[in-house]
T-cell receptor
Framework: EAQVTQNPRYLITVTGKKLTVTCSQN?????MSWYRQDPGLGLRQIYY???????DKGDVPEGYKVSRKEKRNFPLILESPSPNQTSLYFCASSLFGGSTDTQYFGPGTRLTVL | AQKITQTQPGMFVQEKEAVTLDCTYDTSDQSYGLFWYKQPSSGEMIFLIY??????QNATEGRYSLNFQKARKSANLVISASQLGDSAMYFC????????????FGSGTRLSIRP
């Protein structure tokens, strides 16, 4: 089944404890992206990647890191999480990242930072 | 400015009725894609339907159709014969050609289906 997977789905952690949210897609998509969704603020892009080893900042990259060493994986790293990073996180992928390419979303990761 | 506007924060509809969710968009690009997503209470973001700016016919996917009026810059989602499982948040979204690295979402419409 074609899909985007994220792990973990739920995570409660404490301030400052490094964590990684994994994202993987099996559709051979070139483009991948991370978003966070917050009440009243909608979805905001954190980072995106147009291809392997190519990543770029979105609208809210502060406090996050990403890497794209393989086409299928695009992990999101929080080196020192803070409570304002409590959010619902989505990974998405599309064929080439073009305006006609549908972005498919993972199931989401609910992160709580205490 | 590139923007999506959904003016209906919430809607209630009787089961089996058709429902139209409004969406207007703003872009100066000639080429863009329009999308609708469904977000149930469980949180996942489910792709429903796509319309390209150069598509002359309205997109349809099962019970979903997109009423695309380019001159009015509107892309309304029509759900025919609504079901209880259609209760969810619905987001209209756009990817303009000039900034195709990011999808722009509207604020969403919460649809509730009454039995």
């Amino acid at each position: 089944e074609a899909q985007v997977t994220q792990n973990p789905r739920y995570l409660i952690t404490v301030t400052g404890k490094k964590l990684t949210v994994t994202c993987s897609q099996n559709m051979n998509h070139e483009y991948m992206s991370w978003y966070r969704q917050d009440p009243g603020l909608g979805l905001r892009q954190i980072y995106y990647s147009m291809n392997v080893e190519v990543t770029d900042k979105g609208d809210v990259p502060e406090g996050y890191k990403v890497s794209r060493k393989e086409k299928r994986n695009f992990p999101l790293i929080l080196e020192s999480p803070s409570p304002n990073q409590t959010s619902l996180y989505f990974c998405a992928s599309s064929l080439f990242g073009g305006s006609t390419d549908t972005q498919y979303f993972g199931p989401g990761t609910r992160l709580t930072v205490l | 400015a590139q923007k999506i506007t959904q003016t209906q924060p919430g809607m209630f509809v009787q089961e089996k009725e058709a429902v139209t969710l409004d969406c207007t968009y703003d872009t100066s690009d000639q080429s863009y894609g329009l999308f609708w997503y469904k977000q149930p209470s469980s949180g996942e973001m489910i792709f429903l339907i796509y319309q390209g700016s150069y598509d002359e016919q309205n997109a349809t996917e099962g019970r979903y159709s997109l009423n695309f009026q380019k001159a009015r810059k509107s892309a309304n989602l029509v759900i025919s014969a609504s079901q209880l499982g259609d209760s969810a948040m619905y987001f209209c979204a756009m990817i303009p050609y000039s900034s195709a690295s990011k999808i722009i979402f509207g604020s969403g419409t919460r649809l509730s289906i009454r039995p």
